[in-house]
């Protein structure tokens, strides 16, 4: 079962996931990062940025990227990842990788499904888990053994996205994105939500059937998960005292 820790904000669980990543490169220098954009992770980022150590031989990959956006858009992801992870962790752009939604997209997909592999595999993925149950852009009914493809966005994650664009029709309906196969590849996972708007995600993601209907339930599928939200994300776990019990080790 994945280790669920319910922390008190956004900022404590974002010092948690940077505890971990930060164990990770002190131990292997050159490890390979997944990384996430959107919102949930940037109070990680920050923490991390904190600990001051040398990321110089790190690398990372993002798990996606919109198509049909122009490049430099300001929410573009690789624009989003130069901002939001390359500057605030002091990296060399060229160490985070993000797919290439400007050239022919299925060569693209295949190459960054290659590129993964080739780096030794991800050791650490952060996670974010979209409302509508998305991991990346797996929507809702993506195969659960998926690699890297173009994929449509779900409505709902268009409205959830519009936030960062002018209006609704100004988000992409089509991404690149690493498929639930590729990242469940990855040695460890961390998922990361907060709000109540991703409760019902959270739940059916760790306490719901595993199906593609909710391609965060994969998560069940891997060895080593650890999913850390807040009070309000964690408010629809029927078993969030068990959680709560087993994370501060006392008997249930
Ligand atoms: P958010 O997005 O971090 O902006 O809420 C997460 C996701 O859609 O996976």
New binding site residues.
């Given amino acids: 079962m994945a280790e669920v820790i319910i922390a008190s904000d956004a900022d404590a669980a974002g010092e948690r996931a940077a505890d971990e990543i930060a164990q990770l490169l002190r131990t292997k220098p050159d490890a390979v990062l997944g990384v996430?954009?959107?919102?949930?992770?940037?109070t990680t980022w920050r923490a991390l940025a904190a600990r001051g150590l040398d990321l110089s031989r790190m690398q990372g990959f993002a798990?996606d990227e919109y198509v049909g956006i122009e490049p430099g858009h300001p929410q573009s992801y690789r624009t989003v990842i130069d901002r939001e992870v390359v500057a605030t962790l002091g990296l060399e752009r060229g160490q985070i990788h993000v797919p290439d939604p400007h050239g022919p997209l299925q060569s693209a997909a295949d190459d960054y499904e290659r590129a993964i592999v080739e780096s030794g595999g991800v050791d650490l993925q952060i996670?974010?888990?979209?409302?509508?149950g998305?991991?990346?852009?797996n929507e809702p009914g993506s195969s659960l053994a998926s690699l890297t493809r173009v994929t449509m966005l779900a409505e709902r994650?268009r409205r959830?996205?519009a936030r960062?664009f002018d209006s609704i029709d100004d988000v992409p309906a089509h991404a690149i994105t690493q498929g639930i196969g590729t990242i469940l590849r990855a040695r460890r996972l961390i998922l990361?939500?907060?709000?109540e708007?991703?409760a019902d995600a959270v739940a059916g993601a760790v306490e719901g059937p595993l199906t593609s209907s909710l391609p965060g339930s994969a998560i069940q599928l891997h060895p080593r998960v650890t999913v850390i939200v807040d009070e309000a994300a964690a408010s629809r776990l029927a078993r969030a005292d068990y959680y709560r019990a087993a994370h501060e080790n006392r008997p249930y």
């Fill in positions: 996430a954009t959107g919102s949930t992770p940037l798990l996670l974010g888990i979209g409302s509508t998305h991991l990346a852009f994650t959830d996205n960062f990361l939500a907060f709000g708007g991703k």
